[in-house]
């Protein structure tokens, strides 16, 4: 049976008219999921066909993956598909490519219900050993226009996760050789130091090679005065595998003049503007989870279980 199941957004243009919550009893969901009702999306990518459900957009174009493509999506010749190699749960995940000279590995995106301004992703990614994933930009929020090297003046805001290869030292490598990845976020927002987006580095973190990694963050908008004043209060969080490794809370995302809300979930895998991939590489992305609270980390594939995190009422917050 499909395990994909979201919040059903009933989309009639690029953006998200209406929600409704997951049912609890979905089958298929994560058993610390299945009772709460905040969950606004769930992706376990079990089907071959799960581009084809009316949620999946195509970042760039705007429109649903299934009128873009025939068959299983494929961004400059880099394929994605359903395999049962690897995975958290269930009985597959999905598996990325880059190609050789090229820019993308995936460019889709989830339109998120009109009005969302905290939000909480959370994804397991896993970069196989021997293999390289060149620096570049992940999963992640946006609203706005895409950010092409321009400074945000409250019109835009884009955050995505960012794996850049390391060695045992530390050392950046972008040959391959390395064996784990530095986290950080790659961000645009209204006080950037300059054109072009943010480097923000979590602290201590890191994705091994050959172990799948949980990757969880939260953004949550800036409030915004009269006369389109932006506050310094927006909110970016980052956890790895349930520890909290960043925390940000003096951001300005957007003024209202043109955004004042989180648009959409970017599934992106990313390296440019310029630079391309220098050879073949390819990972994993499975149990893609979209809150409005907390998530935590799926516990044990085996024994079914997940990790119960209580909320804090900071986080409870409505923005």
């Not at 581009?51 to 429109?63: E, L, P, Q, T």
């Not at 085996?302 to 409505?318: E, M, T």
Request: some cysteine; charged content about 20%; proline content about 5%.
């Amino acid at each position: 049976m499909i395990r994909v199941f979201l919040a059903c957004f009933f989309l009639c243009s690029t953006a998200a008219q209406s929600a409704t919550i997951l049912q609890p009893q979905a089958p298929g969901i994560e058993p610390a999921l299945a009772g709460r009702d905040d969950i606004i999306a769930w992706e376990g990518f079990e089907s071959g066909d799960w581009w084809k459900a009316s949620w999946w957009y195509d970042m760039v174009r705007g429109i649903p993956l299934s009128q873009r493509f025939t068959s299983a999506p494929s961004w400059e010749s880099a394929q994605t598909s359903v395999t049962e190699a690897d995975k958290v749960s269930g009985n597959s995940a999905l598996r990325f490519e880059k190609a050789a000279n090229t820019h993308y590995g995936m460019s889709a995106k989830i339109p998120l219900p009109s009005g969302t301004r905290n939000a909480f992703l959370r994804y397991y990614v896993k970069v196989p050993a021997g293999q390289a994933k060149p620096a570049g930009k992940d999963w992640g929020f946006h609203s706005g226009p895409e950010a092409a090297g321009t400074k945000p003046a409250g019109e835009l805001l884009s955050v995505r996760s960012k794996l850049i290869e390391t060695n045992s030292r530390g050392d950046v490598v972008t040959d391959g050789s390395g064996d784990r990845f530095k986290v950080a976020f790659y961000v645009y927002h209204m006080d950037q130091p300059g054109s072009y987006g943010e480097t923000l580095y979590w602290t201590d973190a890191w994705v091994m090679k050959g172990e799948w990694a949980c990757i969880e963050m939260q953004l949550a908008g800036n409030k915004v005065s009269s006369g389109n004043v932006a506050n310094k209060d927006g909110i970016l969080r980052g956890w790895i595998n349930g520890n909290l490794k960043y925390e940000r809370t003096n951001l300005r995302w957007f003024n209202g003049t043109r955004i004042d809300d989180i648009e959409d979930m970017d599934a992106f895998i990313y390296t440019g503007g310029s630079n391309v991939v220098p050879f073949n590489s390819y990972g994993y992305i499975d149990n893609v989870v979209i809150a409005k609270n907390r998530i935590g980390c799926y516990n044990d594939a085996k024994s079914d279980q997940a990790i119960s995190i209580p909320v804090p009422k900071a986080l409870l917050l409505k923005r």
